[in-house]
């Protein structure tokens, strides 16, 4: 049986079908008998926020080193880790954390590939696929109520708990070696109230070396968070269940808290470019980022002085990686690449079938609006909008397109 001890989990259901379906704009309308129709700013005849938490479905990614695996009596991607399909299952968001799609290649260009770091022609972690997955998250309702005014995104945004950083299957420990309060949160655990396993999410778009906008990090808790993988136990998973669902099973925000569908992925040497340039030693593409290194290749060479970034050398795909505007451009290039392969041929080398993500507008028509989980959004003047394939919640400050609000804001 595999273990996770060489494993590199990097910044990650029920089969959800996703249709496209355009959202369009109008000029500032109440909705009072139609409250799927999306004006400039609405307003709905359904009051404050709900006492339960309604379900939200959005999209995040992964970095990391393993290839997803295809089951095909089960029809979806699993990890290659482990032996039964419960468990494959299980490992994909076995406490693990994830990024926003805006984001997805923050890590890999802040940590993974600067010169400086790669050893052995090898990138750090070894990270090779950006995988893409469809989330859907009812949060416990003790945890919204605890953390109702969600006011600075940095510390955790509307809809979630704050961000807590995993690392091996656990939560990364303080530097005492205790776990953070959130975290101890879980369970209610060292002191803390128990708030149940819920989905962390907060705003990290001020890296120096890689600003990328409306990059959210999310923490995904599952069975016993403050143990490694290798350490996990059957009676620690069973006294601390976790958020992750069994396939097949809702979340409902006590029995468990989120669900999960790899919808496909695509190798980062053919996002870079890398196997799309002749190597000059045999007149052949390169097969991969070890054999551009070997052969003197730099992917990515910067130095970061005094809160700036100077480019030394690299591929034109990382090229002004100190800009917003620029990393933008590189988070949709990253889409428009992935839907283009999965257009050409979707079927992966074992089988499996991958699917085109879905827009930000089609995730934000299938989910509730944003003051029926908050109420900050239900009581916002000009309500709130869901923004990015990561449907967060803004809170808008003018009758902008997408913004709805109940009537309690009124």
């Known amino acids: 049986m595999k273990t996770f001890s060489t494993m590199s989990f990097i910044m990650g259901t029920t089969m959800l079908a996703i249709v496209d379906r355009t959202v369009t704009a109008s000029s500032c309308k109440v909705a009072t008998d139609s409250p799927g129709t999306h004006g400039t700013t609405e307003t709905t005849p ?21 290839m997803p695996q295809w089951n095909a009596d089960n029809q979806r991607f699993v990890s290659e880790y482990y032996t039964t399909f419960d468990e494959q299952y299980r ?18 260009q802040a940590e993974c590939i600067n ?21 859907t998250i009812v949060q416990p309702a003790a945890a919204m109520e605890y953390y109702t005014n969600a006011t600075n995104e940095y510390d ?19 530097p005492d070696g205790t776990f953070p309060d959130v975290c101890n949160q879980y369970a209610g655990t060292d002191g803390q109230p128990k708030l149940g396993f819920c989905v962390g999410g907060s705003l990290q778009d001020n890296e120096v070396i890689a600003p990328y906008p409306h990059n959210y990090w999310f923490s995904f808790p599952n069975s016993c968070p403050q143990e490694l993988w290798d350490d996990k136990t059957d009676a620690c998973r069973e006294e601390n269940a976790g958020g992750l669902c069994p396939l097949g099973v809702e ?10 569908e790899v919808l496909g992925y695509i190798p980062l040497d053919d996002v870079v470019g890398i196997t799309s340039m002749v190597n000059p030693q045999t007149n052949n593409n390169y097969a991969n980022y070890t054999e551009f ?19 030394l050398e690299g591929l034109d795909f990382w090229a002004n990686p100190g800009d917003s505007a620029a990393n933008a451009g590189r988070a949709e290039e990253l889409v428009t690449m992935y839907n283009e392969l999965v257009e050409k041929n979707p079927v992966t080398t074992d089988g499996g079938l991958m699917r085109r993500l879905p827009t930000a507008t089609s995730l934000a028509a299938i989910n509730p609006p944003c003051y029926g989980n908050s ?3 239900a009581n916002a003047e000009f309500g709130c909008k869901r ?3 990561s449907q967060i919640c803004e809170v808008c400050t003018s009758n902008d397109s997408g913004c709805v609000k109940s009537y309690q804001s009124d």
């Open 115 to 135: 010169a400086s770091v790669v050893t052995e022609c090898e990138r750090k972690n070894n990270i090779q696929y950006v995988v893409f997955y469809q989330t």
């Open 91 to 108: 490992a994909v968001l076995d406490t693990v954390n994830m990024a926003a799609v805006e984001g997805a290649l923050k890590y890999v």
């Open 387 to 389: 923004s990015y394939r």
């Open 251 to 260: 979340p409902d925000g006590e029995t468990c808290t989120f669900a999960y």
């Open 156 to 174: 955790f945004a509307i809809e979630y708990c704050p961000y807590v950083p995993m690392q091996g299957g656990q939560c990364e420990p303080n």
């Open 375 to 377: 109420k900050v959004c």
């Open 293 to 311: 290194c070997e052969a003197g290749g730099v992917e990515f060479s910067v130095l970061i002085a005094e809160g700036e970034v100077t480019w």
């Open 46 to 66: 359904t009051g404050p926020t709900s006492k339960s938490f309604q379900t939200v479905t959005s999209l995040q990614a992964r970095v990391q080193g393993d």
